[in-house]
């Protein structure tokens, strides 16, 4: 069966201490929880992924990166790889965020890449797609998506596809408090678990967990996640309050 995951991005938020405060309050909340119904993975700044990793040994959590780099080692200023997210017991990568895309000029060749290196180190993907307001407004979006999907993960085989997390991000929804409705959402995760069952088979497919990422909070959590084919969420601002992302857990 595919897995229900909630996975929280953190992006460029809290000091140190706060994020170990975090990470604690996150943990005791998942104590009091009898079986969470979803993995949950935490994705913080990379500085304090050792630090998130010890906390979580031993409880059902996962940590993820926010991003590494395309190249395997060598002269790369600033850089982290995959094998060093592996080296440290780093499960999970968010790849391909649209802020990546917009900021740091991450292109879909890039992300090929990207996507190879962590499959190689042992490092999930969590890979991310969306589409701009105006490419939803000209009706091309599931066109923008599918490229995405095509361009940057495609040329995988159907064994290393089985270790990928999709999370559909519609850019006009992030940070701004417009969540895409939950048919729109449904919508776009129906059409991208087609264009998998295309390329992969209907086995695949079904095994693929689409997460949904945009304004997902407390409030709207369970309409989204009681969808078909939305399988949890990406969680941004919603992440850095644990009662918040508490709740966005228990919403299935
Ligand atoms: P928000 O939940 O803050 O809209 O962010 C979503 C996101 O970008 C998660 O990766």
Redesign the pocket.
Known sequence: MRKNIVAG?WKMNKSFSEAETLICDILDGLDKIDEPLADVVICPPALYLEMAVDLIRETPVCIGAQNMSQFASGAYTGEISASMLQSMEVQYC?LG?SERRKYFNETDAQLAQKVDSALANDVLPIF?CGEELSEREAGNHQNVVKGQIENALFHLTPDQFANVVIAY?PIW???TGVTASPEQAQEMHEFIRGIVVGKYGKAIAEETSILY????NAKNAKELFAKPDIDGG?????ALVAEDFLTIIKSF
């Open positions: 991005n968010i965020h991310c991000e929804a992030i940070g990422g945009g304004s997902c990406l969680i941004g601002g919603a």
